[in-house]
């Protein structure tokens, strides 16, 4: 290497952009553990099934065709409902602690944010066994309605409700804390104008907090609905039979059957799922600003 060239990298490098210096370590792990793997899958979910071989490089369409049928349609109604119905109770749950962890003091909100990210202390299958035990048909809640007098059985888990109530449970923090975010931002004058021009708390949180808080709402909804959609351990230990997702199909495809191909397909599905959900929602969240 010549001279001025030893003089020149050093000015070279100088003119990278620094946002390039920022972002390019975390670009190039995820085109490395990311964007290569997916490929991979994506180019297997087209190769042909061998029992011997687990799969031949013969491209065929077939593993996809095997999704549009009655049993696989109803699997993905199911974890499309359950992944709604728990975004839906992490919004309707998480609103009020959002807004309490906003205006409280600092001593409260240090306590309430250790209570709120507890659940991500533990691993899912930790925190399944943890429902297991309260939901189980001698567990703690048959127990509790047994101690007031109640002769109940309730049986809830390995159902849909025993799923939706663990992913609740997991996924609240990620509402909680996008929303306590854009709750922060907002001004308290801004309340307190919209209380002495008459409104009530109840239509000052719908009319002044709520539209002032979509941004936090939108990526709220996008982390808990993709994260809910695609869970394995959480639907296979509380929700048995009746609650299974399409992640414990790709599971089983794996690990069982040995089906890769299928499996790269069902994976291929549930993401191509996720994106057109979110591209939904972001669509809807975008019109609604627009109007406002």
């Not at 309730?154 to 709750?183: C, D, G, N, Q, R």
């Amino acid at each position: 290497m010549s001279i001025s060239s030893q003089a020149d990298a050093p000015g070279a490098l100088a003119r990278v952009p620094a946002w390039l210096w920022l972002i390019g370590p975390y670009a190039l792990l995820l085109m490395v553990f990311v964007a290569a793997p997916l490929a991979n899958v994506v180019l297997l979910s087209v190769y042909t099934y061998s029992p011997v071989r687990i799969w031949t490089p013969d491209f065929t369409l077939d593993n996809y065709r095997q999704i549009f049928t009655p049993y696989f349609g109803g699997i993905a109604i199911r974890t499309l409902r359950i992944g709604a119905t728990a975004t839906l109770g992490c919004v309707l749950l998480g609103y009020p602690i959002a807004y309490y962890l906003a205006r409280c003091s600092r001593r409260a909100l240090a306590v309430g944010m250790f209570i709120l990210i507890m659940p991500l202390m533990v691993s899912a299958v930790v925190g399944s066994f943890g429902w297991i035990v309260i939901l189980g048909r001698n567990g703690l809640l048959n127990g509790a309605l047994a101690a007031l007098g109640i002769e109940s059985n309730v049986t809830i888990l390995y159902t849909e409700a025993a799923v939706v109530i663990a992913l609740v449970h997991f996924l609240l923090p990620l509402m909680v804390l996008p929303l306590m975010a854009s709750i922060e931002k907002i001004s308290v004058r801004l309340e307190e104008a919209s209380i002495n021009l008459g409104a009530s708390p109840v239509s000052t949180f719908f009319r002044v907090i709520v539209p002032l808080s979509r941004t936090g709402l939108t990526s709220g909804l996008i982390l808990c609905f993709s994260i809910a959609i695609s869970v394995v351990v959480t639907a296979a230990l509380v929700g048995g039979r009746a609650g299974r997702m399409i992640g414990n199909e790709i599971y089983d495809q794996v690990i069982t059957a040995y089906n890769w191909p299928f499996a790269s397909s069902l994976s291929i599905a549930l993401i191509i799922l996720i994106v057109i959900s979110m591209s939904l929602l972001l669509t809807i969240m975008r019109g609604r600003r627009t109007v406002q």
